[in-house]
């Protein structure tokens, strides 16, 4: 029998007692923000769980679109993955070597696709190693499989569906203080600065303990409150381009919100369209 998967979240123990059960695909997600000096895949290529393979953010994504990693079509989507040797059996372990979190984003797009057996590797690649873990360089063998994808639209949220949401459903912005605020330029050239009308702002790094790992459900419950989100209510994330809006996701679906949106083009798409609306300065208290 497969092993039970505690979804969200797996800790190292968990996957070291597991890691070589045939149903488990353990996949590094890692995206870098592209100032950061560093690629996903060349880091896996120097070390990397063993048996792991890379899932690469930018590539698998609709590139018709002119926003970075939009969510692909779900049968692009399912013959990337299923290259990667996950079918609809397979319980699969993400995780990150990232100041991002990224491996949230492949964990929300799995589940968009309707694959629900994949959690996030509690403290990433530093955290299984922190338990004893082993890495290696050595590629792994993959056996490519099937995986249908089963489209969850619930899970995805458009430009339009945001702007149609603005006064009725609460919006939850993952990116840092100072660009929610409009007090500084945003990264990305052309983009307007603030945030979505509305919107809460609670930086994504603020889920996580010094060391790396996803804190407490209390914890976590106590930073979605003071950022006036009431958790028992639907919530839509977004970020800068729909990276860390996912890591927004993974933490209230630890906290049983598991049906929680992600708007995909994020402040990316919505900064960069003068038509739409936009407010500065800190949250507005609705």
């Given at each position: ?144 499989r099937t995986f249908v994808p089963d ?136």
């Open positions: 029998m497969p092993p039970s998967l505690p979804t969200p979240i797996v800790s190292p123990d968990w996957l070291i007692q597991h890691l070589d059960h045939p149903s488990v695909v353990v996949i590094d997600a890692s995206w870098h923000m592209p100032d950061a000096g560093r690629k996903g895949a060349d880091d896996f290529a120097r070390r990397h769980i063993p048996g792991a393979r890379f899932f690469d953010i930018d590539a698998v994504s609709d590139v018709s679109s002119p926003y970075p990693h939009m969510l692909p079509s779900p049968a692009d989507f399912a013959a990337a993955v299923g290259a990667l040797g996950i079918s609809n059996d397979s319980l699969v372990i993400v995780y990150d070597d990232s100041a991002v979190r990224s491996a949230a984003r492949l964990w929300w797009s799995l589940r968009a696709m309707g694959h629900d057996t994949v959690a996030v590797l509690l403290g990433g690649l530093a955290g299984w190693i922190a338990a004893g873990g082993t890495v290696t360089d050595a590629p792994g063998e993959i056996t490519r489209f969850q639209p619930g899970l995805v949220r458009s430009r339009t569906d945001v702007l149609a949401a603005l006064d009725n459903i609460q919006i939850l912005d993952a990116r840092a203080a100072a660009r929610f605020e409009g007090s500084v330029p945003e990264p990305r050239p052309g983009l307007r600065s603030g945030h979505i009308p509305g919107a809460r702002n609670l930086p994504f790094g603020q889920l996580f303990n010094a060391d790396g790992h996803l804190k407490s459900a209390d914890d976590l419950q106590s930073a979605f409150d003071a950022a006036g989100i009431d958790t028992g209510k639907p919530v839509i994330t977004s970020c800068g381009s729909g990276i860390t809006a996912s890591v927004l996701a993974l933490g209230l679906a630890t906290l049983g919100r598991d049906d929680t949106a992600v708007y995909d083009g994020s402040w990316t798409e919505w900064g960069s369209d003068p038509d739409l609306p936009l407010e500065t300065g800190t949250a507005s208290t609705k």
